[in-house]
């Protein structure tokens, strides 16, 4: 192979394609990245075996070729070197690649490129379209209640339903449950449901950016794909039956809160300070017009958080362990959030007061 | 007490004396802030015996007292709290303080004042001024070579000269010698030559800002004073002889190289990157127009560098852990560096070409 591929883009694309590198692997081909000529472009591949990502740069192709190096020294090596014309010559014979930019000059060992596993081809299977801030938006409001529990490997990742236009991400670690439906550009398609590994929602929404450019998404069987950017993302999906979430999520209540979500943040997270160290919990009293959060560290000391609220239905009190809280108001994009709550020893629900259905269930704890 | 108290004030003030406050320590008293009514200011100290930071802070005092709190409680704390008027009230029949702002209450316990140790109060001893920003540069390039081997303490400071109205700073960990010569204010002084401890130096480089408001410094037997910005920091000096560092400075050389310090730090991280892991060796060999740095892993790979010099002398080459060249090549502040070289197992000298009088001397390495 003999290329010539500009800096920023050569690193943009292998920095991109080594978070689906694991960084402790016992197969040593998969420490490495995956280069290849194809047409005029260079294609770039890494991959753990439960997650590939692909992606393709421009390049003037001199010669054609293939070639895996070392990811961590290829990445290091790319991001140091100036912003400036790059010429990648390989030698077969050695697996060896030698790297020119400027006045540098370096020599890396590789391994041959028919040792690294083939990506999975998709084509075909339930394929719709999305905007990535919006699908970026979607998993940022439910991954973080995703189980880390690999006993219950069904629980750690989300759900993803395709139904009647819509398009619904579920996760929970069996103390809360976030829910976030909207709707996708494709109505007449079938019904899909499936569970996407954690690691892949994290690194989907790392590199999905802000913009309405569409991602494509084709779920198969036993593996889902993502398309942006030029950039491909093939995940394996996890088996097993996700719990039914509809029976989590309390449709009555007693109690109606609406309430300035930022005042409840930071009162939460004042009040979280001197919450017991293991448990983190904070009490809330419901009255007519203020929610009163209180909690007790019984060494350090005592909080007491007033935040003005209006409310329809009881009076009443619950506790919640504090981060359990905070995680969904932090990702919420409402100002105001509603609370709604049976009593003292029910599940609680939050909700966005946007147009967006966004639901979070949070399982109530015993105060001492 | 009773106090009204600005938010930010205040908490830019135990943030400030926090950073003396030791998180372990095996004297719970210490890992407190003690806070004290002075006239019409708030005075807030931290200590770990070894250095103490006191700092004054505006309060409407409206009634008088002091109290110890536990830092890590109090400055998360006062963080969350709004940009509002804080009222501090403590009760010392029991030790408690009471924190309010705007619909937030905190109950903390404390511990009474008297317990908390008194820091030395200097008043005379050698005292001389210098601008902040300039007290900052001299500490930033020279911190970084102080040794961390805590069984030569004389070794874990830095050297402080004052004479004839010059400030000098100098720190090696044998490995390498950082030296940074100065004016100070004062022209007719007595001299003084004292070690500061490595942790003293480091807490008030980050402390400086970039003004040209004058810090005072007050040197005695035993310990040092340092006052700016309504801050007094008062730290113990380290006993022993400090080695005779004219004696490690190269008076001679055979090769002097003027070099860009971008360019030259720039190939030397990359080439560092092929470094064997542990020795981090990269060799130079000075030719008449051009430095070129090789360095070698054998299981990874090679890399060969160029940079552009202009070269007075002999042609030789030499071979420094790489790291060590790009601390002091990361401080200096010019434009260009010299390196001075007198042979292949001397030590090599590298200079700034600003005004600024900085040495900075490199043991070599013997490369394989």
Known sequence: MRIEINQKEFYEGIQTVSKAVSSKTTLPILSG?????????????????EIGIECFIEAHIIKGGSIVLPAKYLTSIVRELPNEKIILTTEASNNTAQ????QAQFNIHGSPADEFPILPEIESGVRF??????????????????????????????????????IKLVSTDTYRLAYREDQINEKD????????????????????????DLIEII???????????????????IEGQFPNYKQVIPNKNNTKVIVDKNELLSAAKRASLLAKKDSNIIKINLEKDKLIITSNAPE??????EVSISLVGQETEIAFNAIYLMDCLKVIDSEEVVLELLGSLSPG??????EDEYIYVIMPVRSA
């Open 33 to 49: 990245i995956l280069l290849k000529t194809e047409e005029d472009k260079l294609k770039v591949v890494g991959t753990d075996l």
């Open 99 to 102: 790297i020119k930019c400027d």
């Open 129 to 166: 379209t999305i905007k990535q801030n919006k699908f970026k938006e979607i998993i940022d409001q439910t991954k973080f209640a995703i189980s880390k529990d690999e006993s219950k490997p069904f629980l750690t990742g989300g759900l993803l339903i395709i139904e009647e236009g819509n």
């Open 189 to 212: 398609i079938s019904a899909e449901k499936v569970i996407i590994p954690n690691k892949t929602l994290n690194e989907i929404a790392k590199l999905l950016d802000n913009s309405e």
């Open 219 to 237: 779920i198969t069987e036993n593996q889902i794909l993502f398309k942006f950017s030029g950039v491909s993302i093939v995940s394996r999906l």
């Open 300 to 305: 350090i000391g005592q909080a007491y958080e």
């Open 349 to 354: 629900v939050i909700k966005s007061k946007s």
